[in-house]
């Protein structure tokens, strides 16, 4: 009669304490990836097997946090449920968090840009990506705690390994019972798309917010374990030559009609989430852009408001990534993290060796070391860098330089810069969050805009001013003729943080070229992408070089575009490869 009371309540001898504390880890994960689906736009469509995949992959990682805790603890069971509740909370939260701002999970890498968060402009949008349904880590933190304090260690001790085999066998009987019933259902593609767990590399480059909901972070992990040791990537013979043959392919890179003489300057400047629907925009009967729209107007200046932003999760630093290299950023991982080892044909570089330039200087609103763009201006052949440092203290205090401190800088360094040279000049005060916005007497108050989009579009008419007043000192320092000026945004400005719908304002960004020589007659003023700009500034420079970009040129007025998804893998081969070490 025992051995049958026994068999009838075999839960009973399960450690259903374990099983909750567990649990609650477990949660963390799901709610993680609940939010990440609620939130994030996903690279392809969910086919229905990948809920009940996320849910084998959360078992695995709160599995491996907690035997990781377990080793920590030296086999301490409560200390380690604790401790995997905090490390899963804390994976939850920050991933939540991110994905606010960059509309991605964390990479593998994310670690290596902590000191990113030193800075204003950073922590000040952090602050602003709190919403209501993060109350759940404080009430989950609450629930766990109360439990935690009810339970003894010796009784959460009891039976935690056959609990957590229990677990697993539940787990893998689910899923096989999945399996078999698509087959059943002889629904091929669900049932091969479900059995290839192992996430495989091209999978997590080209759909890395799919591939990790589907996967998890230990299996990512595991996958791209060369992200840590930073190994080159092992290309065979078939991708090397699909590299060579697309990228000495010059029917749409090169129009062999450079447009501008020699000792001309090349001014760049990046403006800070810049969107081309800002251009003409009257609020209040007010021009927001007045300055920019009367270049735009100017019928010997090349403007172009359709360009397609080809940033990944790297934002800021993948729009200078990819203007200086004319290679697309990782979509798998913060580009800057794995490319400030590797070699590249940067654009000040090729422009100083073909003898067009003589020197190059960066002028920057934050740290140097901000984006790692100390190391990667070094790649680009940006051979000075100004930073915030370099400004009086007493203007700015700790706090970023603002437009009006970033282009005085420049007109400083450039008026005592040996010409022809390169200037890249980079932008700050349009940067979220735009909870607020930078007083200069310029109001406006139209109420079929939220106070975000409103903010920003203040924002924008202070930057207006403050390359006005740039421009106004290059024709006073007699620069201004003698200089291709560039103006164009590092980004777009996510809907979110405008506070608007998906799509109700677009998201192409501007592209001025003033002093390029260039005229509607001889370019495309069509949809193009950043890609594109690199390629064009050589084109119009005269530079001849195998390396070309990846892009296309707007000088040529048949241009075609082409497959963003090719020109993504190629780039992703070449970067993680170090494709061009010992061919400079």
């Known amino acids: 009669m025992k051995r049958n009371n026994s068999a009838g309540n075999w839960w009973r001898q399960l450690n259903l304490r374990f099983l909750l504390l567990f649990g609650l880890a477990i949660v963390n994960l799901l709610f993680m990836h609940v939010q990440m689906a609620m939130t994030v736009e996903f690279e392809y469509p969910f086919k229905v097997d990948a ?22 603890t030296r086999g301490r069971v409560k200390g380690a449920l604790l401790l995997t509740f905090i490390l899963t909370a804390l994976l939850s939260f920050c991933n939540v968090l991110y994905s606010r701002f960059f509309g991605h999970y964390l990479p593998n890498l994310a670690i290596l840009q902590i000191g990113n968060m030193n800075d204003s402009d950073v922590m000040g949008s952090a602050l602003t990506g709190f919403r209501w349904q993060d109350i759940y880590y404080i009430l989950a933190a609450v629930v766990f705690g109360w439990l935690y304090m009810c339970y003894d260690k010796v009784k959460l001790k009891m039976q935690w390994l056959r609990t957590m085999g229990w677990l697993w066998g539940v787990m893998v009987a689910g899923v096989v019972a999945f399996i078999l019933v698509l087959g059943l259902l002889h629904d091929h593609d669900f049932e091969i798309s479900f059995i290839r767990f192992s996430p495989i590399k091209v999978q997590y480059t080209q759909a890395p917010n799919n591939m990790l909901y589907r996967s998890g972070f230990l299996r990512r992990t595991l996958v791209w374990y060369e992200d840590f040791i930073q190994k080159d990537l092992e290309l065979d013979e078939s991708q090397k030559a699909d590299i060579k043959r697309e990228y000495t392919d010059y029917s749409q890179r090169s129009t062999s009609a450079a447009t501008v003489k020699d000792s001309m300057n090349l001014i760049f400047i990046i403006v800070e989430s810049y969107l081309a629907v800002t251009s003409d925009l009257k609020v209040d009967g007010k021009e927001i852009t007045p300055f920019l729209n009367r270049l735009k ?41 794995i490319a400030k080892d590797k070699t590249f044909y940067g654009l000040p570089d090729m422009l100083i060796k073909a003898g067009r330039l003589k020197q190059s200087h960066i002028v920057v609103p934050t740290s140097p070391t901000f984006w790692e763009q100390d190391k990667m201006n070094l790649l680009y052949g940006i051979e000075a860098m100004y930073s915030k440092f370099d400004c009086d203290k007493a203007l700015h205090g700790n706090e970023d330089l603002n437009d009006e401190q970033v282009f005085t800088l420049a007109s400083k360094v450039e008026a005592t810069a040996e010409q022809p040279f390169f200037s890249l000049v980079v932008t700050m005060s349009m940067h979220n969050p735009y909870t607020k916005c930078v007083e200069h007497g310029f109001e406006i108050a139209d109420k079929q805009y939220s106070a975000e989009y409103l903010n920003y579009l203040v924002d924008c008419h202070y930057t207006d001013m403050q390359i006005e007043k740039f421009f106004n000192g290059l024709k006073q320092q007699g620069l201004y003729d003698n200089s291709v000026i560039v103006i164009t945004s590092d980004h777009d400005a996510h809907p979110v943080h405008l506070n608007v719908g998906e799509n109700a304002i677009s998201n192409e960004l501007p592209l001025f070229i003033i002093n390029g020589g260039m005229n509607s007659s001889n370019t495309w003023t069509g949809p193009c992408n950043q890609l594109d700009v690199y390629t064009t500034l050589l084109d119009i420079f005269g530079i001849e070089s195998k390396w070309r970009g990846l892009g296309h040129t707007l000088l040529n007025k048949d241009y075609k575009d082409y497959p963003i998804e090719k020109a993504q893998t190629l780039s992703d081969w070449i970067i993680r490869s170090n494709y061009f070490r010992g061919k400079r």
Do not use: W
């Open 51 to 72: 809920i009940f995949s996320n849910v084998f992959s959360c078992l695995i990682d709160a599995t491996f946090f907690f035997l990781l805790s377990l080793l920590l």
């Open 297 to 337: 107007r100017d019928s010997t200046v090349y403007y172009n408001g359709h360009v397609c932003p080809n940033v990944n999760m790297g934002e800021s630093s993948d729009g200078q990534f990819i203007y200086m290299t004319g290679l697309l950023p990782l979509k798998s991982e913060i580009t800057v993290n």
